[in-house]
């Protein structure tokens, strides 16, 4: 059952690229009816797209400006050129990449890599579901460095509607006609739909650093930045969960559809994790919580004096600890966060915390847990060897651990038969 608060499939955001081709008219019918059923279409066009069907077609039918190019020209109000980043912004801020009508050219360059203009180096940036539907004539459809291009980006997963047969454009008759614009909106439903893989579970997430008082001005903090976590959050609402939120103080903002519970302290965080426990069939810790205090915090500022200072610190509570103990059919995830010995003391934690899978990421001047954009991971788990995430933008990551998550629960659902 969907959850309130959550992003359901129709509210999700697609891509519409529009290849140059004969077909690219039917895109406008199809960006019609992706918008009937709620979706947000931002549409990109190639160049070649543009002589087949104008920008302002597309943007009266979306109400979006239309992405054109990768740089600025010209001064058409329908069409935008685009920042140096901006194919990354888009790539990261939607759910499906549609292109209708996909052409031999723009299914080569995916094929291949390429990223000769937005729509090709936005798609490599995009790390969602792709959805093509070819449009071509029959002699290119068949040719087989078409077939090839085909084979190679089926084997990556990426999802196909058409092409259909008959009456091509040519004059020829054959396979190579766009797919009916229903059908290819009926199989982007389907995608996002089946997408919705965490649908029933409710997920409570701890993220970003904890704040422990010296005195009503001073604290013991780290430098963890929330990011790792709200990334998570936001993808495991995208897929259909409930998502408690458990946060420190970060300067990000609540991801849609997340339940933001805001903590300063160990014991606050703490708390708000324990009542909200009961909720919770999934319990990610990924906080990097204080693991001391000061024992007496001061009432008023601590003066400067020529001597030493001394603090004395007592242990909190760690959580993830406390959650491990009271796991019932939970699944409990832990992080570790470590200077060396990934996978050792990964296992350990797993271990000595009672975690079905610890993620262990490394921190310092080497690592790429804190504060960036990317983090590079390993996942450790009871029963599989430890399986090394490759350096990718903490939303890809938390892709991958969502993925883990879900097996996870499937394995333990098959045991229970
Ligand atoms: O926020 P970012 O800038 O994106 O950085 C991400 C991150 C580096 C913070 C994140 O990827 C990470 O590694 N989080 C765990 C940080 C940490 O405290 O690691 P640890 O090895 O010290 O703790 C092990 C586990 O116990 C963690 O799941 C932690 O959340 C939990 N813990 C620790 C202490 C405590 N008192 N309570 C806990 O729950």
Not at 32 to 46: A, D, E, K
Not at 163 to 170: F, I, N, S
């Amino acid at each position: 059952m969907p959850q309130e608060g959550v992003r359901q499939s129709s509210q999700a955001r697609i891509i519409l690229g529009i290849g140059g081709g004969i077909a690219a008219y039917k895109s406008a019918e199809l960006a019609r009816i992706l918008i009937q059923r709620g979706y947000s279409v931002q549409p990109v066009m190639t160049r070649a797209a543009t002589e087949f069907i104008t920008p302002l077609t597309l943007s009266s039918l979306t109400h979006r400006k239309v992405i054109t190019s990768l740089f600025a020209s010209g001064e058409d109000s329908t069409a935008v050129l685009s920042s140096a980043i901006e194919h990354i912004d888009v790539a990261l801020e939607n759910d499906l990449l549609i292109v209708a009508p996909a052409t031999a050219d723009l299914m080569a360059q995916f094929a291949h890599g390429l990223a000769g203009d937005f729509l090709a180096t936005m798609h490599l940036a995009f790390t969602g579901p792709v959805l093509l539907a070819p449009a071509m004539n029959t002699n290119m459809w068949n040719h087989a460095a078409t077939q090839a291009n085909l084979r190679v980006l089926r084997e990556r997963g990426y999802h196909f509607v058409g092409p259909d047969a008959g009456d091509l454009a040519c004059g020829m008759v054959g396979a190579g006609r766009l797919s009916d614009p229903l059908e290819i909106a009926d199989a982007a439903t389907a995608i996002l739909n089946g997408r919705q893989d965490l649908a029933g579970e409710t997920i409570l997430i701890t993220a970003g650093p904890t704040q422990e008082a010296i005195d009503p001005v001073r604290m013991i903090t780290n430098r963890s930045s929330g990011k790792m976590g709200y990334a998570i959050a936001e993808k495991a609402v995208k897929r259909g969960a409930r998502v408690i939120l458990v946060s420190g103080p970060v300067a990000l903002a609540a991801p849609q559809g997340v339940e933001l519970i805001r903590v300063e302290s160990a014991e606050q965080m703490k708390n708000g994790v324990l009542e909200h426990l009961d909720a919770a069939s999934i319990f990610i810790s990924v906080a990097a919580v204080a693991d001391y205090r000061p024992t007496s915090p001061a009432d008023q500022k601590v003066k400067k004096t020529a001597s030493r200072l001394s603090i004395e610190l007592e242990p909190t509570t760690d959580i993830l600890a406390e959650v491990g103990r009271r796991k019932g059919d939970r699944i409990v995830i832990g992080f570790a966060a470590e200077t060396q010995n990934l996978a050792a003391e990964g296992k350990r934690k797993l271990e000595s915390k009672n975690c079905d899978m610890v993620v262990a990421n490394l921190v310092g001047p080497n690592g790429t847990g804190f504060e960036g954009d990317d983090n590079e991971v390993v996942l450790i788990t009871r029963d599989k060897e430890p399986q090394a995430i490759p350096k990718a933008a903490k939303r890809e990551i938390a892709r991958h651990i969502l993925d883990a998550v879900l097996d996870l629960r499937l394995s333990a659902r098959a045991a229970k038969r």
